[in-house]
C-alpha cells in the first residue's frame, strides 16, 4: 500500500504562481518582480563576515546577476528550459525553469563595497565582509 501525502496548501500555492505569471505576461513587463521558481538560501554569520549560499542548479554564473542597493541585496538570474523534441517521450519534468529573484536587507556592519560571488557546481556564494569594529575612545579635556 502505497501513503499519499495531500497538502491542499501546495495546490492553492501553485495557483497563486500560475496567476501571477499570466498576469505578469498580460502586462508584458519583463521586469516585473514575480519570479519562476525561488532558491533555496542558507545565510551563516561569522566573526569577520557573512556569507550566503543559493542553490542554482542549472543557471549558468553569467545568467546570475547579484547587486548592491541602499543596504539591500538582490539576486536574481535565470534558468533555461532544455531543448526538447517530441521524440525524446519526455513524460514529467519536475524542475522549474525561468526567472528567480531574492532580496535581503544586509546590518550596518556590512562592507558593501568588499563583497564578492562566485558560483560552482550548481551553488552560489555571496561573502559579505563586516566592516572594522569602531571602538568607542576616551577623548581628555584640556583646560585652556
Not at 13 to 23: E, S, Y
Not at 71 to 85: D, H, P, Q, Y
Not at 107 to 129: F, K, N, Q
Amino acid at each position: 500500500m502505497n501513503i499519499a501525502r495531500f497538502e491542499p496548501w501546495t495546490l492553492v500555492d501553485m495557483m497563486h504562481r500560475d496567476l501571477d505569471r499570466l498576469v505578469g505576461q498580460r502586462r508584458g513587463a519583463d521586469d516585473s518582480p514575480v519570479t519562476d521558481w525561488v532558491p533555496a538560501v542558507d545565510i551563516f554569520e561569522e566573526k569577520d563576515r557573512f556569507i550566503l549560499r543559493a542553490d542554482v542548479p542549472g543557471v549558468a554564473a553569467e545568467d546570475i546577476d547579484v547587486s548592491m542597493d541602499a543596504g539591500v541585496l538582490n539576486l536574481s538570474g535565470k534558468r533555461r528550459a532544455e531543448e526538447r523534441s517530441e521524440d525524446q517521450g519526455t513524460q514529467r519534468i519536475e524542475r522549474a525553469t525561468g526567472r528567480f529573484f531574492r532580496r535581503f536587507t544586509l546590518p550596518e556592519t556590512a562592507d558593501a563595497e568588499g563583497i564578492t560571488a562566485r558560483c560552482s557546481d550548481g551553488i552560489l556564494e555571496v561573502v559579505i565582509p563586516k566592516t572594522p569594529e569602531i571602538k568607542a575612545r576616551r577623548i581628555t579635556v584640556e583646560a585652556a
